[in-house]
């Protein structure tokens, strides 16, 4: 069984098989037929072509939607979410880099605050065999068939301290981590997760998921354009425009350097206090991590108001992939030297959040002594 990963976004959709990955918008849009597809004057980019039929209905996906499709589907709102476009996006991705004819132990996740209500129904609409077709550059069709009888759904936040604590077989890497408690302070494009991990214990009192992802900043941004330029510019594409600092309307260059600085800063602040007011009690904290990759962009401006010593931000790396790196470590993790005979029942959720491959998976080979003697315990409530 191959293990893979994906991480649900709102802004975008991460995946990894362990050696290949992948970043494409969480963007649906309807997919109108490209009478002049060939006769661009570049050569096509086959990553950024996700053209797929469900149902008979073609959809494109990422930029190829913002770019072609005049209907598109973009939402903020997690019960559409889940509901209209999670299972499009996580095969669309899956389709990428698994192995064909081979099943796949998927590991994926959820907001904090979203766990509870969304684990049951996202585990029990992605288990299962998927038939769907793939249209290439040349506009041929190609049977897409998935096989997924295993499914992990985490906490989001939980994939960057397994980033942090696993290895790529998902073995023990830092145990000097491991003996300490850190707080993880994950900012995505909605939400902005917080939670602590004392001993690899994950506490439920210092755990919250908020509306402080990095949208909030760019709505900002696209109101502050709007009075501007008279033009609703669409948040998902506000991205390239926040990167360069500089954005082009109906032909006039408009400077966003000191307006993205201003509300970056205002969402710093913000997301430090929550974090200084949750975690008021636990001054014992080693370590602060801030992760994601809204969480990259805002750690300058995070770490010298957040009390505690926030770990430093590796450069030269996306760090959009933190959660789903995280992710397939744990599917390394819970399915080592068992793949053939964990069962269908591992993505069924206990009243606790936790879930029984996760801890069948802790009760056997050589991870459950390295665990131990790390004294390694899943999250048993979220």
């Known amino acids: 069984m191959q293990v893979l990963a994906v991480d649900l976004g709102f802004g975008f959709t991460k995946a990894t098989n362990g050696d290949r990955s992948l970043i494409f ?12 597809a060939r006769q661009s004057l570049l050569p096509p980019a086959t990553q950024d072509h996700l053209h797929f039929e469900f149902d008979e209905a073609g959809v494109f996906i990422g930029d190829m939607a913002e770019r072609q499709s005049n209907v598109r589907s973009f939402t903020l709102d997690q019960n559409r979410f889940i509901s209209e476009s999670a299972v499009t996006l996580t095969l669309a991705a ?29 585990s029990r609409t992605l288990r299962g065999e998927h038939l769907f077709h793939a249209i290439d550059e040349r506009g041929e069709r190609e049977e897409v068939r998935l096989d997924i009888p295993e499914v992990q759904v985490i906490p989001q936040p939980f ?15 830092d145990r000097r981590l491991m003996q300490e408690k850190i707080g993880i302070i994950d900012v995505g494009f909605q939400t ?55 954005i082009k309307i109906r032909g006039k260059s408009f400077d966003l350097a000191k307006l993205t600085e201003h509300v970056m800063s ?60 995280g992710f397939i470590k744990f599917g390394h993790h819970v399915w080592a030297g068992q793949a053939s005979r964990v069962s269908a029942s591992a993505t069924e959720v206990l009243p606790d959040g936790a879930t029984e491959a996760t801890f069948e998976a802790s009760n056997g080979g050589d991870v459950r002594r390295e665990a131990e003697e790390a004294s390694v315990s899943t999250a048993r409530s979220v």
């Open 266 to 325: 205002q969402l710093a602040t913000e997301i430090a206090t929550t974090a200084n007011e949750l975690w008021a009690d636990d001054w014992d904290i080693d370590s602060i991590v801030v992760s994601g990759g809204g969480g990259a962009v805002l750690a300058p401006y995070i770490t010298p108001l957040v009390q505690g010593r926030v770990l430093a931000v590796e450069t030269g790396r996306d760090h959009r992939l933190n959660n789903v790196q």
């Open 159 to 173: 994939g960057s301290m397994y980033e942090l604590l696993l290895n790529d077989h998902g073995e023990v890497a």
């Open 192 to 246: 902005a997760d917080f939670t602590i991990s004392d001993r690899t214990n994950f506490l439920e009192r210092g755990s919250q998921s908020t509306d402080s992802g990095i949208a909030r900043a760019f709505s900002l941004i696209a109101t502050k354009l709007r009075e501007k330029s008279g033009v609703n510019i669409e948040v998902y594409r506000l991205y390239d425009a926040v990167e360069r600092g500089r």
């Open 94 to 122: 899956l389709s990428r880099i698994a192995t064909p004819d081979e099943p796949i132990g998927l590991v994926t996740g959820l907001p904090i605050s979203e766990f509870s209500s969304w684990s049951d129904e996202l």
């Open 25 to 36: 918008k969480s963007l649906i849009g309807e997919a109108d037929q490209q009478q002049f």
